[in-house]
């Protein structure tokens, strides 16, 4: 049901509670007046914030939500959004006008008084009218500084509240106004699902904007906009660099169906809706939204172009380099090979060799396996035995870059560092790289679109390896380049299988193998590196509804266990910042989310005091706070996945009162680096104590605590739980409800995506 909108005046507070940061929310209650003039009303509104966060006596704002009937109060407005109103009349006006910079109360009074309360409309349309006032260049420039804001107020309040009517919440209202700007209205009318294109919106939520504007639910704009979203969906949540033209046809017809039934929209009407996708999948090819490709002997393959266009360069570059000679000769390589035989085995050797002497290869192995020790031993072989050749060093994220540096004894960016990725430009700057060997590391990370961003700039003189674990997690974005090259090997592939690190017996590295072959992780005698503790499964027997009880009961009861644990490693000397708890899912006792509530008493418990930044719906940023970003945010050069710490919370803007951002400090291949973040940016990071098993790739911690029920039965796979293990450098203990470990090991995820980088590359390979 869409929010109901009121304009009204803050009147006085009448209660405010401040929230804790652990679960309890701020709140408070005003009274406020809505009307005109003398048929003016007075209510008391009630929101989850605090008093201060309203604005001050006299101030209009606009309220978002519904009415409420309160036992002891009565009706009452419950506000999901209280945000600041352009002021109606002269006396607000002047009001409004005495807070903006370079502008007095008496500056403002002579404005209102002379010109009445249109003066800054006025203003825009004929500056000269303020001549006559006898103002300073400074204030009259101030005057007209502050009409150009005080209209684009208005513009974002109409859209805002044309936003809430829609049905739209205050955050979503926001993404809009930021998107669209003044043209929201018009271009959300034409075109609804103009919306799915926006970042954390999608296809049923411009669906209920459409519906609410009354949108024929089987129109040519719906059904391609269902064809974007299933194949969107496809690519950026499921992985797949494509979807088989009538998979995709399926999917878009059962989103219709499914919306169908559960809100009314298009019922009945299934028959046009499906003989309509066909014509609407014409037309987004056409207008080049998708690309559709010849595949296998009777299939077809849609794309998103940009997902068309890597696989194709990948695939080409894949078979170009294939087969073709390295910096020096097998002969020599394997002499340069012999001059590290004292840290090298045989399969480490070769490795090296393989490197020096191909175009292109591939070294992958698991934990302790000596991935780190022949990359040293390549950069060492290249600078001591092959005069100094210029070496590039990259990887995925800031963390994984900072690691390989120092393993490395050489400078490593992130790839988009390395390719000099311009925010303004939104474009890599760097055309050909320079270097003559180029080194990337954590490549199970690297999705298809980036493989390609970097394997297209690799000039022909530059000779690559590609260094990662094919066992781990498919990357969070679209395609597995990484694994289906070392899988399928597509180039020169080195695997190593002997395990070094801590010694053959480390506990860690063994239940990496155990895992890898099907055999659930367990504790070895004597090596402290693993423990695991086990929580009853509750009987299969039970009512469903008991069962679920005392699921919830369990699963609270590790949730607890984990806070312990992570105490117990904090008693032991551990850093708060070498402990990462990991779990599959963020819902939940055991979800990411809730973990976190319950971890950062325990890993910043005085992060409160040195500062505070609200976010919507009452959870809170402190300063020291571990955070995650959630999105690829090219104009910071931050991307999904990359751990920082809140640095700083930056002060209000002047005549405001809230912060207005805060500042993460990231960790890069160069060092430290702080980027900024402004209020309406917040939603972009979350705190990380706790974090998905997903979107930890790339990241090793001393210490890792993994807590994982049949609440994930889904994800329980291999690679799972192997991605887990190898996260740890030195302790893992695991939580776990009865049976999970073993389905998850005996449970193999054969990397089902929709890519072929295989086919593509026979295809454009030289007959």
């Given at each position: 049901m869409p929010a109901e909108v009121l304009s009204a005046t803050l009147l006085r507070p009448l209660f405010s509670s401040p929230g804790d940061g652990n679960g309890r929310r701020p709140f408070s209650v005003w009274a406020v007046a809505a009307g005109e003039g003398g048929a003016s009303q007075e209510f008391r509104a009630v929101a989850?914030?605090?008093a201060a966060a309203w604005g001050s006596e006299g101030d209009e704002v606009i309220l978002a939500g519904r009415w409420v009937e309160h036992p002891q109060y009565g009706r009452q407005f419950r506000a999901e959004s209280v945000?600041?109103?352009?002021?109606?009349?002269a006396r607000g006006l002047a009001r409004w006008l005495s807070h903006q910079q370079g502008i007095g109360p008496a500056?403002?009074?002579?404005?209102?008084?002379?010109l009445g309360a249109g003066a800054l409309e006025g203003a825009l349309e004929d500056p000269s009218c303020l001549d006559a006032l006898g103002l300073a260049r400074p204030q009259r420039e101030a005057v007209l500084a502050a009409a150009r804001a005080f209209r684009k107020n208005r513009e974002r309040e109409e859209v805002l509240v044309f936003c809430h009517q829609v049905g739209l919440g205050p955050a979503q209202a926001e993404a809009v106004w930021r998107r669209f700007g003044e043209r929201a209205q018009e271009v959300l009318r034409d075109d609804p699902w103009a919306l799915a294109e926006l970042e954390r919106f999608g296809f049923l939520t411009a669906d209920s904007v459409?519906?609410?504007?009354?949108?024929?639910?089987?129109?040519?704009?719906?059904?391609?906009?269902?064809?974007?979203?299933?194949?969107?969906?496809?690519?950026?949540?499921?992985g797949h660099a494509y979807l088989p033209e009538g998979d995709l046809l399926e999917r878009a017809f059962m989103l219709l169906r499914e919306t169908g039934l559960k809100t009314g929209y298009g019922r009945g009407r299934g028959v046009e809706c499906r003989e309509g996708l066909g014509p609407a999948l014409d037309a987004l090819r056409t207008a080049g939204k998708v690309v559709v490709a010849a595949g296998p002997p009777g299939e077809l393959r849609v794309y998103l172009p940009r997902l068309r266009w890597a696989e194709a360069a990948v695939a080409e570059w894949l078979a170009k380099r294939r087969g073709a000679l390295g910096l020096v000769g097998p002969e020599e390589a394997r002499a340069l090979a012999e001059r590290f035989r004292g840290r090298l085995d045989d399969a480490q050797a070769a490795a090296v060799a393989q490197a020096l002497s191909s175009a292109a290869s591939v070294l992958t192995g698991g934990p302790g396996t000596g991935k780190t020790t022949c990359t040293q031993a390549v950069v060492a072989a290249l600078a001591e035995g092959l005069d100094l050749v210029e070496v590039a060093l990259a990887a995925p994220t800031g963390r994984a870059a900072r690691r390989l540096a120092e393993a490395a004894g050489l400078g490593a960016k992130t790839i988009h560092r390395l390719l000099e990725y311009s925010p303004s430009l939104e474009e890599f700057r760097v055309e050909r790289l320079g270097a003559r060997f180029l080194i990337v590391d954590e490549c199970s990370m690297v999705d298809l679109p980036l493989m390609a961003e970097l394997l297209t700039r690799v000039p022909d003189w530059c000779f690559v390896l590609l260094v990662g674990d094919a066992d781990q997690l498919p990357p969070v974005g679209p395609g597995c380049p990484f694994h289906e090259v070392a899988r399928k090997r597509l180039l020169p592939v080195a695997r190593l299988e002997r395990v070094y690190r801590q010694g053959e017996g480390s506990a860690i590295a063994v239940n990496a193998g155990e895992v890898n072959a099907g055999r659930p992780p367990r504790p070895i005698p004597g090596d402290p590196g693993y423990s695991q503790r086990l929580y009853?499964?509750?009987?299969?027997?039970?009512?469903?509804?008991?069962?679920?009880?005392?699921?919830?009961?369990?699963?609270?009861?590790?949730?607890?266990?984990?806070?312990?644990?992570?105490?117990?490693?904090?008693?032991?000397?551990?850093?708060?910042?070498?402990i990462q708890v990991l779990v599959p899912i963020k819902r939940g006792p055991i979800g990411a989310r809730e973990l976190n509530e319950r971890l950062r008493g325990v890993l910043n418990p005085r992060g409160r005091e040195r500062g505070v930044f609200?976010?919507?719906?009452?959870?809170?940023?402190?300063?020291?706070?571990?955070?995650?970003?959630?999105?690829?945010?090219?104009?910071?050069?931050?991307?999904?996945?990359?751990?920082?710490e809140v640095a700083e919370i930056l002060p209000p803007r002047p005549g405001e009162r809230e912060p207005a951002g805060f500042v993460v400090r990231f960790e890069t291949g160069e060092g430290p680096a702080d980027v900024r973040y402004g209020r309406d940016e917040a939603g972009e990071v979350a705190l990380a104590y706790a974090a998905t098993v997903h979107k930890s790739q790339g990241c090793e911690f001393p210490a890792v605590v993994l807590a994982v029920g049949w609440d994930s039965y889904m994800l329980l796979r291999r690679n799972l739980i192997y991605t887990t293990i190898t996260r740890a450098r030195e302790r893992l203990i695991v939580l776990a409800e009865e049976g999970a470990l073993e389905r998850a090991a005996a449970t193999e995820d054969d990397?089902?995506?929709?890519?072929?980088?295989?086919?593509?590359?026979?295809?454009?390979a030289p007959s």
């Open positions: 989850e914030l605090e945000r600041p109103a352009a002021p109606r009349d500056t403002a009074q002579k404005v209102v008084a002379a459409a519906r609410a504007l009354g949108v024929d639910p089987a129109s040519p704009a719906r059904l391609r906009a269902a064809l974007r979203h299933g194949l969107s969906q496809a690519t950026w949540e499921e009853p499964r509750p009987p299969q027997g039970l009512p469903e509804q008991r069962r679920e009880a005392l699921a919830r009961e369990t699963r609270e009861k590790m949730a607890s266990d984990v806070v312990e644990a992570v105490s117990a490693l904090l008693r032991e000397g551990r850093a708060p910042g070498d609200r976010l919507p719906g009452g959870r809170e940023l402190w300063v020291g706070d571990r955070v995650m970003q959630l999105v690829n945010d090219y104009s910071k050069l931050v991307f999904n996945g990359e751990i920082g990397l089902v995506r929709h890519q072929d980088l295989e086919g593509a590359a026979r295809a454009v």
